[in-house]
């Protein structure tokens, strides 16, 4: 099989298109012929060797895969050869073919396209577990997502305004305003022109938003924790923009509010049943036509490092994804 390697810690550029063998399907796994894979941030620094889980080298980045069944294991009994199938597997996607366990796929929905079952779980998850689980959200309250047309940001604007949230997208550019406009925001911040802390407040009438979903850090968190409303909740996502930021107390004191961290993959495998009802609910929003991916760049696998720098760079909108041709 085919596969984008990293042998050692670096950037994108680091990673070697190679041939290498087959793993065997052990008991409870099965193999998938791939034919979409996501790509995320995390991949990054995965292969960086900056983020919380460190696999053993030589190895595959790649969270999210999208194809089909191949070969079953001894003992599995939910799938079969010829399935559609997407596969949530930590790492090891850019390729040609992976090995999962059973418990790590989920079923695609018959009107759901290879690229978009590729595009789903990793971002969807995040933003619906940060919402859902972690935002003790109400409708009709006021949702500010930062980094907004990226790939989890445009989710959370996405099921925000589904769960019955007013979206506030904060942006760099107009026409990531559109974006934004297009999965369900309402209000919107263009934080190259303007200072969010005061748009926000002045869109809000003085009160600040209720719930803030941050998955930039650096200066977008110092912002956004000066704009939360009373009794507000900031969910810290990630650091897109590479600072992690330091909140100073007397903020949180002075508006009564909480900072909740969202760390969606420990908790996906520490409440797995929870986990796969949030799928199981997202799935059917997509069989429903309720949620659609928003891909703005295809590349294939050999070119998975110029996927990778796509989304670094920010010229990306939503979600990139490879294609196994």
């Not at 909740?260 to 996906?268: D, E, K, N, S, T």
Request: glycine share 12%.
């Amino acid at each position: 099989m085919r596969a984008m390697i990293s042998e050692l810690p670096g950037g994108p550029e680091s990673l070697k298109l190679m041939e290498v063998p087959s793993a065997p399907v052990g008991k409870g796994q099965v193999r998938i012929a791939v034919h979409a894979a996501g790509v995320n941030f995390p991949d990054t620094l995965i292969i960086a060797d900056k983020y919380q889980f460190k696999p053993p080298r030589p190895f595959a980045p790649g969270h999210e895969v999208a194809g089909d069944v191949t070969e079953v294991g001894e003992g599995v009994t939910a799938y079969k050869v010829g399935d559609r199938v997407i596969g949530m597997i930590g790492h090891g996607g850019y390729a040609t073919e992976v090995v999962a366990d059973e418990s790590q796929l989920l079923p695609m929905p018959k009107n759901m396209s290879y690229e978009d079952g590729a595009a789903f779980t990793m971002t969807y998850g995040t933003s619906y577990y940060a919402l859902k689980q972690r935002s003790s959200y109400k409708p009709g309250e006021t949702l500010l997502v930062t980094g907004a047309s990226g790939g989890v940001g445009l989710t959370a604007v996405e099921l925000g305004s589904l769960m019955g949230l007013k979206v506030i997208a904060a942006v760099g550019s107009d026409e990531k305003m559109e974006i934004c406009r297009r999965y369900g925001a309402t209000m919107f911040v263009n934080y190259a022109k303007e200072k969010m802390r005061d748009k926000v407040k002045e869109l809000t009438g003085g009160a600040g938003a209720d719930i803030i979903y941050d998955a930039v850090g650096g200066d977008a968190f110092d912002e956004a924790i000066r704009c939360i409303a009373w009794y507000g909740r900031l969910l810290v996502v990630g650091f897109a923009a590479g600072r992690i930021p330091s909140l100073p107390a007397n903020l949180a004191l002075l508006k009564s509010c909480d900072v909740r961290g969202v760390f969606y993959g420990a908790w996906r495998a520490r409440e797995p049943v929870e986990a796969r009802k949030n799928f199981e609910e997202l799935l059917a929003w997509y069989a429903q036509g309720k949620l659609k991916p928003h891909i703005s760049m295809r590349f294939p696998l050999e070119k998975g490092a110029e996927a990778m720098n796509a989304l670094l760079s920010r010229k990306a909108t939503g979600k990139v994804v490879l294609t196994m041709g």
